[in-house]
T-cell receptor
Framework: AQRVTQPEKLLSVFKGAPVELKCNYSYSGSPELFWYVQYSRQRLQLLLRHISRESIKGFTADLNKGETSFHLKKPFAQEEDSAMYYCALGGFGNEKLTFGTGTRLTIIP | GAVVSQHPSWVICKSGTSVKIECRSLDFQATTMFWYRQFPKQSLMLMAT?????????EQGVEKDKFLINHASLTLSTLTVTSAHPEDSSFYIC?????????????FGPGTRLTVT
């Protein structure tokens, strides 16, 4: 069974401080991991995916298969980063995405 | 590119009536569409996966006779909540997969808030 755990429901960080949103997953096959973001009153949108190994809006995430984690990081938080962040897991041969419960990130000015 | 729309954005209906929600991919062909339900301050719960021209696959615990899904074309899927009850009040979100995105990349609609009185 696919499972995604985001242990923090709420996270507050001062502007300019580093941010780390935790995500752990459980999946027996080869996983594909994603981070989605939902800004206030906007639709859910893809932030980044592990296969691209990209940095979007200063965020990065590395898939650690040994720890089954895909934590989202940013070295210096900005006020516009305040949003709801969801970690999502897809698997080979399974087109569904399983979402974590989300972490609401608030950047304190 | 990869825009998904939903209509209506919100709807209020009386208990016992049926409500149809449309999900459209505006600038790409969606081979697969997904329907989610989101309760306040909670995550998205997948209700069903819809492939064009075939029957939808429902997740465990989702009543297929209550939540009718039709994926008649590569750009349109509809969710009909039949004989709605107050407990069906929720935020319904669709997503579509296809276009240039990867195998799992889904593009989300803005959601439809359903209130059943």
């Amino acid at each position: 069974a696919q499972r995604v755990t985001q242990p923090e429901k709420l996270l507050s960080v001062f502007k300019g401080a580093p941010v780390e949103l935790k995500c752990n997953y459980s999946y027996s096959g080869s996983p594909e991991l994603f981070w989605y973001v939902q800004y206030s009153r906007q639709r859910l949108q893809l932030l980044l995916r592990h296969i691209s190994r990209e940095s979007i809006k200063g965020f990065t995430a590395d898939l650690n298969k040994g720890e089954t984690s895909f934590h989202l990081k940013k070295p210096f938080a900005q006020e516009e980063d305040s949003a709801m962040y969801y970690c999502a897991l897809g698997g080979f041969g399974n087109e569904k995405l399983t979402f974590g419960t989300g972490t609401r990130l608030t950047i304190i000015p | 590119g990869a825009v998904v729309s939903q209509h209506p954005s919100w709807v209020i209906c009386k208990s016992g009536t049926s409500v149809k929600i449309e999900c459209r991919s505006l600038d790409f062909q969606a081979t697969t569409m997904f329907w989610y339900r989101q309760f306040p301050k909670q995550s998205l719960m997948l209700m069903a996966t819809s492939n064009e021209g075939s029957k939808a696959t429902y997740e465990q615990g989702v009543e297929k006779d209550k939540f009718l899904i039709n994926h008649a074309s590569l750009t349109l899927s509809t969710l009909t909540v039949t004989s709605a009850h107050p407990e069906d009040s929720s935020f319904y979100i669709c997503s579509a997969r296809g276009g240039l995105g990867g195998r799992h990349e889904q593009y989300f609609g803005p959601g439809t808030r359903l209130t059943v009185t």
